[in-house]
């Protein structure tokens, strides 16, 4: 697949501070990458150096194969859509007011930003000013400017922040349904729970640098986090337990008849063939590192601090 971001040793800087530094990262045609770090980890910043809002002090910014400054940018930008953390719009204009100015700045057609209007969610209220809708409701209409012209590649600060459940679990039903089109994305986030699911790769980034990137499967060989193993039952204590200190597993009692085992990747059948001779187990639940595990984990040497998003 050809790129359609890439970031090439980039660095950034404003004045004397390093917002990014020695930057590294592709973005596929097709994928869904999340853009993962705390507040001042540099992924707004990279968001603006990929739209060309900001220009890279050092190293290469590519969008489409070209740099995303200069007098062809405007041509560029028709190909993206962003939706800003922030989404703000004029609050006495209604809806559809707002995507119509949005929609003939890009071209688009009125049968277009009315079919976008009902995508989103928000047709019924098409006609009320802004000012009267609810965050959830701001943030599907921004979804729906970004969404005008039918972008090639999505920029997404953030596009959960403050939404209740109801409206996550319909954006990222929405964001599966980009991806079955064909839609690149760029999604931004520090709100890890749920987000795995809808995404191909992650990068994580801490302190203005790239930490890691890849798939999930790729950042757990990677990381070689522990298994967590939970087992309910009589276990025979002694033995056992030796039987498990040689496959460098830790064991914690949780309360009762459960127990809580800690055991290396490489181990995970040999641990489970012991269990499973074991007959006083009665129940064995694998629970495998999560997208946060290996967020933290990854996270251990960044440096905090910085840029605002």
């Given amino acids: 697949m050809s790129a359609v971001v890439e970031l090439r040793q980039v660095v950034k800087r404003f004045g004397d501070f390093?917002?990014?530094?020695?930057?590294?990262?592709?973005?596929?045609?097709?994928?869904?990458?999340?853009?993962?770090?705390?507040?001042?980890?540099?992924?707004?910043?990279?968001?603006?150096?990929?739209?060309?809002?900001?220009?890279?002090?050092?190293g290469e910014v590519l969008l489409f194969g070209e740099s995303p400054v200069g007098t062809h940018a405007q041509v560029l930008r028709r190909r993206v859509g962003y939706l800003p953390e922030s989404v703000s719009f004029y609050g006495q204009l209604s809806g559809r007011e707002v995507l119509d100015y949005f929609g003939r700045l890009k071209g688009v057609s009125r049968a277009e930003r009315t079919a976008l209007l009902e995508r989103v969610g928000i047709a019924p209220a098409a006609d009320r000013r802004v000012r009267t809708y609810?965050?959830?409701?701001?943030?599907?209409?921004?979804?729906?400017?970004?969404?005008?012209?039918?972008?090639?590649?999505?920029?997404?600060?953030?596009?959960?922040?403050g939404l209740d459940p109801t409206a996550t679990r319909e954006f990222y039903a929405m964001l599966d349904e980009l991806r079955r089109q064909g839609t690149t994305v760029l999604l931004s986030s520090h709100v890890?729970?749920?987000?795995?699911?809808?995404?191909d790769r992650a990068a994580i980034l801490g302190g203005g640098r790239l930490l890691a990137a890849g798939s999930l499967?790729?950042?757990?060989?990677?990381?070689q986090l522990p298994l967590t193993i939970q087992v309910r039952g009589h276990c025979s204590r002694d033995g056992w337990r030796q039987r498990l200190d040689a496959q460098g597993v830790q064991v914690r009692e949780l309360h009762g008849t459960h127990l809580e085992l800690k055991s290396p990747v490489a181990n995970k059948m040999a641990v489970l063939r012991l269990l499973l001779d074991e007959p006083e187990v009665q129940n064995i639940d694998i629970i495998t590192p999560t997208l946060d595990n290996l967020y933290a984990f990854y996270n251990q040497p960044a440096t905090h601090g910085g840029e605002s998003a």
């Fill in 134 to 161: 609810s965050k959830g409701m701001r943030q599907r209409l921004g979804l729906a400017q970004a969404l005008l012209g039918q972008p090639r590649l999505l920029l997404l600060d953030e596009p959960t922040a």
């Fill in 217 to 223: 499967d790729e950042l757990n060989h990677e990381a």
């Fill in 192 to 199: 890890l729970p749920g987000i795995e699911r809808h995404i």
């Fill in 18 to 58: 390093i917002a990014l530094q020695d930057m590294d990262l592709q973005l596929a045609e097709g994928e869904i990458l999340g853009l993962l770090g705390h507040n001042g980890a540099g992924k707004t910043t990279t968001m603006k150096l990929i739209l060309g809002v900001i220009e890279a002090s050092a």
